[in-house]
DNA sequence: CTGAAAGCGCTAACAC
DNA sequence: GTGTTAGCGCTTTCAG
């Protein structure tokens, strides 16, 4: 900048201007600004120009993971708004690791992000208070975090409701759950939804027929409910990798899934399942956040975003006893 | 760091050398500093220190769309490699616009990254020469770019000619190739390999059985072509997306796709595909970044990835006159 | 309309 | 061991 001030016969104070857009500098002497700019190809150091700002322009996000393709929606979603606003995105996996959740945080948080998005990995958010306070906002989407801050969530247990009370209208008594880890939260809504659709349709809950645990194990855990006493005729899966690895195992069990995927309806039959929205997900927790960013204050907005039953064929199998 | 400084009864210096672990600090004043950042919940702003350093630790990653399961493969495995050299990784979507693309990289470049990996959507570079002259370097991956960098491709070519070759391998005389925009480098190169497979068998190439355009417009493309004069036995799809395209077109033609995809194996038939390895592509572009960011030089290093078949069923029907 | 000086928060270089 | 000084590249006063 210096140089360029140099080259064009001008103070520091004048480039800065011409570079601004800042009004009040003569035609002819912006002129100059400008070739000697493009003769030295100059471009300005963001990283000053923060440093006296304050603002950095960026938000940091914190996903589980951007390969999985719920996450990349998200993401996708999120450097959209974030671009509408000028601001560019830091974005880093946690891989549902608390401590990587927080060090990329406050990775962020040292580089003065203007905000955060965090998909929690942990429950316990203490050591964002100080950034909180410090005047860094943040907003949790896809599960609440253990902090009262502006939150995004879907639907869960309203959405498992659905899917299971679904299968028990058209016949079956016996439905399996298979979630994810019970210490996930959308896992364990979920479960609740489940529970609370066998109790509303008056049937009993059968513990030998629900399991919990990682997709790795869920096929496993399946087959282990068919060769039981009293297999269940139908399953309701909690999350897309589940559904999936459930798929892999061949059963030909009726069934639904949480979580819409690329393919189900070219399946045979097609998977029916509760189709939760990660577009959406990600641009109403960008949006929210950049309400605080531009200063809005008041309490922190809880949204919970609807999911929606698609029906393609697996989940209108009837059971086998009643053809 | 000064009002640190102050309550620890120190100079600045002192607290920066306790920040950055800097060895000529007695244990008792290390003492005091740390607990007066405790206290006053100091967090160093990195903004500053980068201000200094002149090196950010963060990568600016520019692809067409995370929300794309090949490119968002290509990010997880850039930002591994980037947080294990301790640097963050700024990124976007050019959605397959150069204009975007050029955004984006002056963007990052104006915040001073360490370096910058590119899917090009353009063919144009010159923007960049005054970057990589002032010392960004850049690597380009899945698709060269149009300036004398580090490179990472697949053999777009070889995995197609190997697609086709199977087909023809099964029978097969009326190959269709369905690629995406002619504009597009890895397009334009499979439908090369698809050439040169016809012709190392000694086939005629029928141009009526080419189509070569957005993935949206393949399904009516094939259309066109099955009400023909002549219509193809088989059919080799570009990509991902136009695979999918015309798996819901519901044909029943033989099939290979380039592209591997989730779920491939559980369709019936199962998709045949020539698989490439977006993991390994991301993570061999950031090495390759990080290399130069370390500061090796040396001319410009173009590495191409190979393909796999595999053959799940759609690849291995016969033609209907040949049972 | 333009410029000079101060300082954002930090670290490198050199005292003490 | 510790402190002082200068300056990274820019913007924000406040004077011309």
Do not use: W
Not at 2 to 24: H, I, Q, W, Y
Not at 111 to 129: E, F, N, Q, T
Not at 140 to 150: K, T, V, W
Not at 196 to 220: F, N, Q, V, Y
């Amino acid at each position: 900048m210096k140089d360029v001030a140099v080259a064009a016969g001008v103070a520091l104070k004048t480039v800065s201007r011409v570079v601004n857009d800042e009004r009040g500098v003569s035609p002819e002497t912006t002129e100059r600004v400008l070739s000697a700019i493009q003769r030295l190809g100059y471009r300005r150091n963001e990283s000053a120009r923060v440093l006296r700002a304050g603002r950095t322009a960026s938000i940091g996000l914190v996903i589980e993971d951007v390969a999985d393709p719920f996450y990349s929606g998200i993401s996708r979603a999120v450097e959209d708004v974030a671009l509408g606003h000028g601001s560019l995105v830091l974005s880093g996996s946690s891989g549902e690791q608390p401590l990587r959740e927080r060090e990329l945080v406050l990775t962020f948080c040292s580089r003065r992000v203007d905000g955060l998005i965090i998909v929690p990995a942990g429950s316990d958010h203490d050591y964002l208070r100080p950034e909180l306070d410090a005047g860094i906002p943040a907003v949790f989407a896809d599960r609440p975090g253990g902090l009262d801050a502006d939150t995004v969530t879907c639907d869960n247990a309203g959405g498992a409701h659905t899917g299971v009370t679904h299968l028990i209208r058209h016949g079956h008594r016996r439905v399996a759950f298979l979630g994810d880890s019970a210490s996930i939260f959308t896992a364990a809504e979920r479960l609740h939804g489940y529970r609370r659709a066998l109790r509303d349709a008056g049937l009993p809950a059968d513990e030998t027929l629900i399991s919990m645990g990682p997709p790795e194990r869920a096929g496993a855990a399946l087959a282990r409910m068919l060769s039981g006493q009293a297999p269940p005729t139908a399953v309701f899966t909690g999350n897309g990798r589940i559904t999936v690895a459930v798929l892999r195992t061949g059963h030909r069990l009726a069934m639904v899934g949480f979580d819409d995927f690329e393919l189900a309806d070219l399946l045979v039959p097609g998977v029916t399942v509760v189709a939760q929205d990660p577009v959406e997900l990600g641009r109403t927790a960008a949006e929210l956040l950049f309400r605080r960013v531009l200063g809005e204050t008041g309490p922190a907005a809880r949204v919970e975003l609807p999911t929606r039953l698609i029906a393609r064929g697996s989940g209108e199998l009837r059971p086998p006893d009643l053809p």
